[in-house]
């Protein structure tokens, strides 16, 4: 036994959860969540679920185009949402109770009206033009590169008043920001230290890859198979391979500084960064942690969210990433986020319960998002209710039916909101007086109870922790099988991802004792050289 195997971090032993502020609790009456709600709720994650720390989608003042992906103000909130003294509360009573706070934070660009971009577009010759990326036409007239916004059209807005385009990789009220201006770079690392002072434990940063662009503005090549997404239909977007619009290698110098200023606030205490990197290239990928560990501490792994749910991809993909970290890089893993359909609407109900058991038991730091330990699906909204500008701009990809009120009760508004409130921001699921809190938590076998015992099982559980992961042949390719193992401790997974029964053979492992199965209908013994999982089940085994 290694001792500093011992002594992992907060993120890396422990488990995060996603708040979408606006869908978590409003606690004002106008229908929208709200920091004060957060505080209201706080007991439900300590106590009840029993996670170690949260992170919250972007509460800063912003005209809200993507909601609050367009940041007007670095280091203030929303008064949508509360004010800095109810952030403080918020970071004060979630410390309270042992649970760390993690906020987003979007560098890649600003709103349209934060006060540095109305500067920059003033006149071409303000001192904050630089700030943003300003381009006149290619001498054909034609717009100064083929780059596409990731939300349909060109990234490049004309602006009349100054006769050119300026960037923008998402909506065109999200201009980009000149990270190769030293005077952009300093301004976002003194908003950085704005919130390590006010006492936020760490960042998960949007978009990060995206800052550092190709210097020569190059055209970005066609991509030859545009087929890259499997649960996602192909859009224009996927027509070119984005080699020049973002993932420069010059951002690695930005992010070693950047971890830099983390690990000087981490003296104190440990801090934390994770950044939003959609790369599926392990080697690629796994850059951002730094050639020596100087980078990230994780780039978040995305790479479940995008396999099918198939016993064998789904081993390739640990696999894949178990061989590809980097000595001492920690992994992690993701099965849902506010860009994504629900977990339980991907892979079905039954086997929402199989991927909680996967993700609270493989190797590294697993993220859930609100309202899964629910199971909560895709709730369907009427187009005149849709919110999402990248739905209503490219059909078939709005998010909001994943960003729905979080289902606390069956009361009318779910608790989310109190009853007599008229409009939320986005609908209720229909099926809320069947699915929420108060409801799963009477009901033994809910996926709730399963999440909890889930986690209080894995936090108690060294094996989970800084155990090694192998996975394991075990005569059927419908499951998949895992050991995790630490010192004396072994623990097999197995995973059944069909409705069928399956026969699964371990002699190797002689017998051993169910802790947890996803039926939470069975204990007890187990003869592992034939075994069999029902339709569905998951088991976690100790072994003798
Ligand atoms: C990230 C966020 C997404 C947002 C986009 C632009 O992908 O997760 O919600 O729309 O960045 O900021």
């Known amino acids: 036994m290694t001792h500093h195997t011992h ?16 869908s978590f609790q409003d606690s004002s009456g106008d229908g929208v969540g709200d920091l004060a709600g957060i505080i209201q709720r706080l007991d439900y994650l300590s106590d009840t679920l029993g996670i170690d720390a949260l992170w919250l989608s972007p509460f800063y003042p912003s005209p809200m185009a993507d909601f609050g992906y367009d940041v007007a103000n670095y280091t203030d909130v929303d008064p949508l949402f509360g004010d800095l003294a109810a952030f403080d509360r918020l970071v004060e009573e979630a410390h309270r109770r042992n649970i760390r706070v ?4 979007v560098p890649n660009h ?17 001192p904050k033009r630089d700030w943003y990326v300003w381009k006149d036409p290619k001498p054909d007239g034609s717009l100064p590169t083929n780059w596409l916004s990731h ?27 000149n990270w190769r201006n030293p005077e952009v770079k300093a301004a976002m690392f003194d908003a950085l230290r704005f919130w390590l002072e006010r006492g936020v434990d760490g960042f998960r940063i949007d978009v990060a890859h995206y800052i550092m662009k190709d210097p020569d503005y190059r055209d970005n090549p066609l991509n030859p198979n545009p087929v890259t997404a499997h649960f996602k239909p192909v859009n224009e977007y996927d027509k070119y391979l984005h080699v020049h619009d973002k993932g420069h290698p010059d951002v690695h110098a930005v992010f070693r500084e950047w971890r830099a200023l983390l690990d000087a606030y981490g003296r104190e205490r440990p801090r934390y960064s994770v950044g939003e990197i959609h790369i599926f290239d392990w080697a690629e990928w796994c850059r951002y942690y730094g050639a020596n560990l100087d980078e990230l501490h994780m780039p978040f792994n995305f790479a479940l969210l995008w396999a099918p749910w198939q016993a064998a991809a789904i081993r390739k993909v ?9 000595e001492g890089a920690w992994p992690n893993y993701v099965l849902g986020n506010h860009d994504e359909p629900r977990l339980a609407s991907r892979y079905g109900r039954e086997q929402a319960r199989l991927a909680a058991m996967l993700l609270l038991t493989l190797r590294g730091t697993p993220t859930l998002y609100y309202g899964d330990e629910l199971g909560m699906v895709n709730v369907p909204v009427p187009p005149e209710k849709e919110q999402d500008p990248y739905g209503i701009r490219v059909p078939g990809m709005g998010r909001d039916p994943a960003r729905t009120p979080m289902q606390w009760d069956a009361t009318p508004n779910a608790g989310f909101a109190l009853p007599e409130v008229k409009d939320l921001w986005l609908p209720l699921s229909p099926e809320y007086k069947e699915v929420n809190v108060a409801r799963q938590l009477t009901g033994p076998r809910s996926l709730l109870n399963l999440y909890r015992r889930l986690l209080a099982y894995r936090r108690a559980t060294p094996a989970l922790h800084w155990g090694s992961y192998r996975a394991l042949d075990a005569g059927t390719a419908d499951c998949f099988v895992f050991l995790r193992q630490a010192g004396e401790q072994r623990l097999l997974v197995a995973l059944n991802f ?3 029964e399956q026969k699964l053979r371990l002699p190797e492992f002689g017998s051993g004792e169910i802790v947890v199965s996803t039926t939470m209908a069975r204990e007890g013994k187990v003869n592992l050289a034939d075994f069999s999982l029902r339709g569905n089940e998951g088991m976690i085994i100790e072994v003798r």
């Open 7 to 22: 002594n992992l971090l907060w993120w890396q032993s422990g488990v995060i959860y996603q708040i979408y502020p606006r």
């Open 102 to 105: 993690i906020i987003d934070f």
């Open 110 to 126: 600003t709103s349209d009206q934060h006060p540095w971009f109305l500067e920059s577009r003033s006149s071409r010759d303000n």
């Open 151 to 177: 939300f349909g059209g060109a990234a490049w807005e004309w602006d009349e008043k100054n006769s050119q385009y300026y960037l923008h990789s998402f909506l065109k009220e999200q201009p980009d920001l």
């Open 318 to 326: 640990v696999d894949g990433l178990e061989a590809a970290l980097p």
């Open 498 to 500: 069909t409705a069928q």
